[in-house]
Each structure stands twice: as structure tokens, then as C-alpha cells.
């Protein structure tokens, strides 16, 4: 035990006066009696002609002694350094990505955080950074720990990825100069990216419960031959074991169809499904009774859009598949090249782009890419992770039987084979241009589920023609607002909570939550002006629950296990002492050990 | 009012008992140590010129051919004397109060059966130890011996010694309404010999019995005013405690070896009924 104020022990010489007042014989006060005979004969001496008299140890004297041996101790303040994670200034960085929502992971990682936040006090305060898709602060330097409990009880896993790198970047803008500041990582580590060096100052605690999980990891819509709309739906087992699974599709929250999906285990199976749904229905996809560990990405949503037609037009070889492409890719109209919004260059010579291109193993690279050879016998085998482009878009078992071998800074390489780029998305003059280093027509693409989708997102990407569906962005991508003057917007979120958005907000940030997000925007008057709706989705890479140890070190000068708590006693102290005040009162006035007895007839 | 209309009615119906016989002028209802004209057989004697005629038990003078004379118990009046102490010393926690009452309620009971009651007060007026009160034989009296004990003044040294000598021996009882704290006590209990018995009523205080002081004191005599020096201790609170259940056990022996009923009494509301209900128990009073 040590002292925060060792030198108000020294108060304890005040026990010195207090024994000599007991010895001290008081001046005496008259009191008359009846009669002086009885007293006479107690046979004790009761009378001194000195001042003070032997100190006799009594039961009030012992009381009063240790009552200021307590209170001294109290104000010398002790206590008693406990190891813990907590130091002079922690910040809490809690993981609400979506893989945070499988086998408990978030209420085990929230009740660590809730018990760390116990011992938070003016010698260790908190704050406390949300790591979701936008991290932010939600309390900082707080010395009140139901403040910073408060904090952490609101957070709620969301269906987007964490930016582990951003919160980190925000915990350490919150160190403070004149105080030690360590970041605790409450996370699975998740699949973000973070720099290999360790994390300087740091501690994580994992939390990597797992178990088997269906996910929805695809699901987009287009319109059929019929004039229908049909939408394609992905599911994902991330579980070892085979599972079959009913998905029900509900149009506007009314169950209008089901279908039944086989998925073998750690792969991914593929189901297309006409809907009877028009221009600003919401489809919903559901898992029925998935069971599994992660229940938010068992469900997804979609908008149907509509818009007017753009016209494009193909030039050079062309292919069957192209035009059926356009054909079937509702809001785009195949249009003559003079005139067309869009161009599809298939082989042939680069043309000059003046406008939104896709070019298709063109004889000649546009700027910022140099052709250097052919590659044969190809299967991809990377697509760009969340790239929303592609979206529902299933390549794995694409192969190309020869493709162009492209050397670029500039451009983004979509989807490759080892080395070699396959599909390409890069400007050029000002317009979105996508380059395809194959021939479609040498690749099984076009035979495939996943070509039309992928068509339609490239001419969604490329702005050539109105996708079927609105747009799906993965959750904690904010929505953009174009609150018109005099109005303000109205946010309605997929839980049916309502926010009221500042008029000069650009975006709205609280998407974590995968959904339909009706947006309106409210005139002076209070009316309704007009509306438009966005979609959140679950954020697929979340939903095979990842996690690894994040590599974190000591700050410089310091081990790791250097943090204390300092336990204060005084609070025990005093209230032991008041205790014993109480029980010295009662002495000091009922007299124990003297007991009355009755001799009165 | 000394004594409630109530506990007067209940006064009317007993009698103080007494133990031996009594030695009075006049005819009563107690026995008597002489003979006399009762219906009670006491013994024979031999005739002797004079004898009433009437007293010759014939059968035994034509059995035996001897004249005897039978004789009879006398019964007399009980001649009670009260004796109140107001000394300064009753005076203090209300014992005073509770003292005439308990006199007025022995003389009340003396007087409803028939008994002559005889009042004393000590301290007496003047430089006098004892004060010798009004006397009577039947209710009619109360009201002078009620006016008495109710004017009677309060305070000074008093002492029993004087009073004691006097009622030593005689005839009748005595009651003594007293808190014994007198150094004279012990001699003035073992002097009483009444004939007929008595009472002591040992009223003390409950501030007496346990006393509610702290602290280092000067206890000042309220008689003498004398000074005595007590640190209240818990030693010192028990030892006094102990001091007073001696002196009331003491007091107690005493009195029964002079022939005396005891009863010790706290004074205060309602000490009169209390010793009543006392005396009944220990049947003192019938």
C-alpha cells in the first residue's frame, strides 16, 4: 500500500493530545444530591489533588483512537496500483464493422470495453472512437465513467467494413501532450488493410468467435425478355457443410415468391428470379431460417429505378452477345454512332474518344497504356474486392482464351489473371473509358451468369444507360443530398427511425445500417417536395466473419505491461470511521456493561 | 388532594394488618396484650374475692371441686403513628410528594378501621427534630389530617433519632415514610419494638437508584451540604448501584427484626397505588 499524501500522516501526533485529555482530571462540577452518605461508600478513590490521573484504557478511548487513525490514513489518501490495459488518457477504438456481428463478437467485445470503462476516473480518463465504415469520436477525455459507458453502449455493429487505419489516425489526434495515451483495439481485426509496422502504443483484444454462415452476397436486378423485371441473387456459404436454403423475395414488404438454393460449403451458388415488381418497388431478398452466426447479411434490398433510354452504339466487329446485352439492359437503346451517348468499340482501330467508351481489344491502346504482348490460356483470378461495378458479379470460373498483355500506371485494372489486366476502368478526354483486353467472343464471359450483370454495371459505370436498379452502395457509404433552397431533408433509415438532417448538410453519413434509405426533402411549408430512395447493402467481404491479430508494440520507453490503476482506499476509509463514530456515540451514551437493575419492589 | 376519591373508596375497605397486640385505652378491634370482655377464651385463674360471679366456670368446679375464674382476650383500638420525613433530602426528584401520599393513604386506611391515627413529621418547626401532627379514630378526622400533611413544610436537616426514642416501645404500630438516608438509620431500626408492628415505606428516587450524571462532580449534600468529589466512572456507577441494593437489603433485615414490614418505593407518579398494590401482595394490608 502506498501514500498519495504521505505527509498527513504525520496528523497522527493528534493522538498524543487526545490520551492526555484522558489523563487530564476536568474541572469539577457541583452537583447536588440527596444525600452524600451512599456515594461514600463505592470505596474507590474518587478524588486527586493532582491534575491528571493514570490513563486507564477504555472502550471509548480505544474507539476515539482509531477513529483518528482513520482519518488520518484517509487523508493520506492510500491506494493500490493495479495492473490494467487503461493508463493516464485510453482511447477505446470498438470495432462496429459487420463482421463484428457474428457468434457475439460485439456484445463480448462491448462488455470488455464496458468493464475497462469502470476504472476510468480523473487520474484515467477515456475516450471512446467508433471504427465503422466513418470512424468518429464519440466521447473524448472523459473523466466520468458512465459518460464513456454510455458511449460504448450505444454502439451497434452496422453492416459495413471498418477503417481500422482512419479510427487509429483519430485516436492518436486525441493524444494529449501533458498525458501517456494508449489505444485499446477492440476488434476481429477484420480484412481492412492496415500498414504492416506495428501499432505504436497499443494493445488489441481479439474477439474471433466464429461459425457457419449464409450470406447474400449478390443481389441486383434486370429486366427480362418477358418486360419483366427478374433479379439475380447470389448466396454465399462461408460454413464447411453443404446447406440448402429457401430465399423469399418480398415486393414492397409482401412475400411474393421464394426459391430454394443448394450451396455447397465455402462456395457460392447463383439464382435468377422473376419478379412482378415496377419502377420504385423494393426488393427484398431473406435467408428463411438461415440459423447461422451473422444474421445481417441474411437480407438484401433493392430499388427498382427506371429513366430515360441512352442510346449506344457498337462499332467495329460486334457480336450477338453485345446486342443482346443492349437489348436486355432496360433504359439503354441501341442508336446510331454519329448520335449515340455511348460507344462500344469492338476490335478495330482506337477511334478518337469524345465521349464514354468501352473498347474492346482494340488494335491500338488509348493513352496512358502500352500494349506489350498476347497472353493465352487465362482464368481470373483477382477482382477488385467491393468494387461496386462488380456488384453481383460472379468470374471465377471465367476463362480467356487470349488477351492482350497491358503495361499501365493510369489506368485501374477491374479484374485480372495473375499479371495481366482483363478488364480496365481509366479516362480518357475527360470520359470514363472501360477497356477490355480480350476478345469476348475467345472467353466463356458472355455464356455466363454473370455477363449481363456485368454489362449492365459497366454501361451503368461507363453512364450510358439507367441500371435497372438503383444504385447499391455497400453500407457506411454516405448518401449525397441536394437539398434544394428553403428545404431541409428527412432521412428515413431501414430500422423506421426518422433523422432530421441539417439544411446545409451535403451528405448523410449514418448508413452503416444495410437498407432502403428514403430521403425527402421538406418544404417551408412542411410538405413533402420531393423524395428519392438509396440502398445500403452488407458489405460481402464482412460476411465470412474475418480476423486476424492486429501487430501492435509498446510506446517507445515503455513495456507493454507498464499501465497501473490507482485504487484509492479513502472512501472505505471514511465510511469505516463514520461507522465507528457511530458505534463511539452509542458507547459514550448507553454505557455497555452497565446494566440497570430493578431492586424496587 | 393527597389521595383520588378512587383510590380513597379502595382505601375504605382495607385494614393495615398487625402482628402483635396491641396496648391502647380504648376498646377496638384488635387484640389486645391485656384481658378483657371479648368473646375470645384466654385462660383460668383462681377466684378471687371480688371476681364477677358470672366468670366462675362451674362445670370445672363440680368436676374438680376447685373455683376458677375464666378469663377473655381484650380488644383495643390500634394506635398508629405515621411518621412523614420532609427532610431536605426529600425534597429533591419529587420524593416529598410521593412521602405525604404515601402517608396520607396508611393514615386514610387507619382511619376507615377504626384505628387511632397519630401524625409526625420530622424535620419539626424551629429548632424541634420532630413535629407532632393531629390524632384521630374515624374518617371524620381526615379532612385536619389531610390539611396537615399537605401544609406541612419541606426542608432542613432531619433526623430520626429523637422520634425514633420515643416510638420505640409503644402499644400500638408505627409507619415510617422515609428515605433512611440519615447516618442514624442503622440505631433507629434497631431501636423500634413496637407491639402491634409496623411498616417501613423506603422511598428513594429513581435519579437515586441510577443516577443519570457524567463526568467529574462535586456532589453536594443536600442536607448537610457537605462535598464529596466522584469521578462517574463506569466503576464508580456500579459500585453506587451496589451501595444502594445493600443498603435497601440492610434496611430490609432491619425492619423485619423490628418486627416490621418493608417495602421499598420509588417515588413518582403514582407511588401511592404502586405501594398499595404492594402492600396487598405481601398481604401488609387486608
Known sequence: ?601 | MLLEPRLRAQLERLALGVRGRVTAQWAGRHSSTRLGESLDFADYRPYQPGDDYRRIDHNLRARLGIVMVRQFEAEQELPLDIVVDLSASMEMHGKEHSARALAAMIAYMGLASGDRVRLWAIPGDGSRTEAQGPAGRHLSAWPLLEDWLESRPTGGPGTLRSLGRRLASTGGAVVLVTDLLVEEWREVLDGLAPTAGGLVLHVLAREELYPPMAGDLDLVDSETGAKLAVSMSEDALRGYQKAVEDFALEASRRSRRAGLDYLLVEAGQGAAERTLEGLARREVVR
Open chain 1, 1 to 601: 500500500m502506498r501514500f498519495l499524501v504521505p505527509a498527513a500522516l504525520g496528523l497522527a501526533a493528534l493522538a498524543g493530545p487526545l490520551v492526555v485529555l484522558y489523563m487530564l482530571r476536568s474541572k469539577r462540577r457541583p452537583e447536588q444530591v440527596p444525600s452524600t452518605m451512599l456515594w461514600r461508600e463505592i470505596g474507590e478513590p474518587v478524588s486527586s489533588a493532582v491534575p491528571w490521573r493514570p490513563l486507564k484504557l477504555t472502550w471509548l478511548l480505544i474507539l476515539q483512537l482509531l477513529i483518528l487513525a482513520l482519518f488520518v490514513l484517509s487523508l493520506a489518501r492510500p491506494f493500490v496500483a493495479e495492473a490494467t490495459v487503461l493508463g493516464p488518457h485510453t482511447v477505446f477504438v470498438i470495432d462496429t464493422s459487420g463482421s463484428m456481428a457474428m457468434a457475439g463478437r460485439f456484445e463480448q467485445a462491448r462488455a470488455a470495453a464496458l468493464d475497462l470503462a469502470e476504472d476510468v476516473s480523473e487520474a484515467n480518463l477515456a475516450s471512446v472512437v467508433e471504427a465503422g465504415p466513418h470512424p468518429t469520436v464519440r466521447v473524448a477525455f472523459s473523466a466520468d465513467p458512465e459518460a464513456v459507458a454510455e458511449a460504448i453502449r450505444s454502439l451497434r455493429p452496422g453492416g459495413g467494413a471498418e477503417d481500422l487505419s482512419t479510427a487509429l489516425r483519430l485516436a492518436r489526434g486525441l493524444a494529449a501532450p501533458d498525458r501517456e495515451t494508449t489505444v485499446v483495439i477492440f476488434s476481429d481485426g477484420g480484412p481492412a488493410s492496415l500498414p504492416e509496422e506495428p501499432v505504436v502504443g497499443a494493445s488489441h483484444m481479439v474477439f474471433d468467435d466464429h461459425a457457419s454462415n449464409l450470406a447474400i452476397s449478390g443481389f441486383d436486378a434486370e429486366p427480362s425478355t418477358e418486360g419483366t423485371i427478374r433479379v439475380f441473387v447470389q448466396v454465399e456459404n462461408h460454413g464447411a457443410d453443404t446447406r440448402t436454403i429457401e430465399v423469399a423475395i418480398d415486393i414492397d414488404g409482401l412475400p411474393t415468391g421464394s426459391t430454394e438454393m443448394t450451396v455447397e460449403g465455402l462456395s457460392a451458388a447463383q439464382e435468377v428470379v422473376p419478379v412482378p415488381a415496377g419502377p420504385g418497388s423494393v426488393v427484398t431478398a431473406r435467408l428463411v431460417e438461415a440459423n447461422d452466426a451473422l444474421p445481417l447479411d441474411d437480407r438484401a434490398d433493392l430499388v427498382v429505378g427506371g429513366g430515360a433510354d441512352r442510346r449506344v452504339a457498337v462499332v467495329g466487329a460486334g457480336s450477338p452477345f453485345l446486342t443482346a446485352l443492349l437489348e436486355s439492359t432496360p433504359g439503354v437503346s441501341i442508336g446510331d454512332p454519329d448520335v449515340a451517348d455511348m460507344l462500344i468499340v469492338d476490335g478495330g482501330p482506337l477511334p478518337e474518344i469524345d465521349r464514354p467508351t468501352w473498347l474492346i481489344r482494340p488494335e491500338t491502346a488509348p493513352d496512358g497504356m502500352d500494349l506489350v504482348g498476347l497472353e493465352r490460356n487465362l482464368a481470373v483470378t483477382f477482382s477488385r474486392p467491393g468494387d461496386p461495378v462488380l456488384d453481383g458479379v460472379d468470374l471465377s470460373d471465367t476463362v480467356i482464351a487470349e488477351a492482350q498483355r497491358i503495361e499501365t500506371l493510369t489506368w485501374l485494372p477491374l479484374v485480372s489473371s495473375g499479371d495481366t489486366p482483363l478488364i480496365l476502368l481509366g479516362e480518357v478526354n475527360g470520359h470514363r473509358v472501360v477497356y477490355t483486353t480480350f476478345d469476348l467472343t475467345h472467353s466463356n464471359l458472355v455464356v455466363q451468369v454473370a455477363f449481363p450483370i456485368l454489362g449492365a454495371n459497366l454501361l451503368q459505370w461507363l453512364g450510358g444507360g439507367e441500371a435497372v436498379s438503383v444504385s447499391t452502395e455497400p453500407a457506411g457509404t454516405p448518401i449525397g443530398l441536394l437539398t434544394p433552397v428553403g428545404h431541409r431533408a428527412r432521412i428515413t433509415l431501414p430500422s423506421g427511425d426518422v433523422q432530421e438532417v441539417a439544411p446545409d448538410a451535403a451528405t448523410f453519413n449514418a448508413t452503416d445500417e444495410p437498407g432502403v434509405y428514403v430521403i425527402e426533402y421538406i418544404d417551408e411549408t412542411g410538405s413533402v417536395a420531393s423524395s428519392e430512395v438509396a440502398v445500403r447493402r452488407f458489405v460481402p467481404s464482412e460476411s465470412s466473419g474475418p480476423s486476424r491479430e492486429i501487430a501492435v508494440a509498446p510506446a517507445p520507453g515503455e513495456s507493454a505491461d507498464e499501465g497501473f490503476l490507482i485504487r484509492e482506499w479513502s472512501p472505505w476509509i471514511v465510511a469505516a470511521a463514520l461507522a465507528l463514530m457511530a458505534l463511539e456515540w452509542w458507547v459514550g451514551h448507553q454505557r455497555p456493561g452497565f446494566r440497570r437493575r430493578e431492586v424496587t419492589a
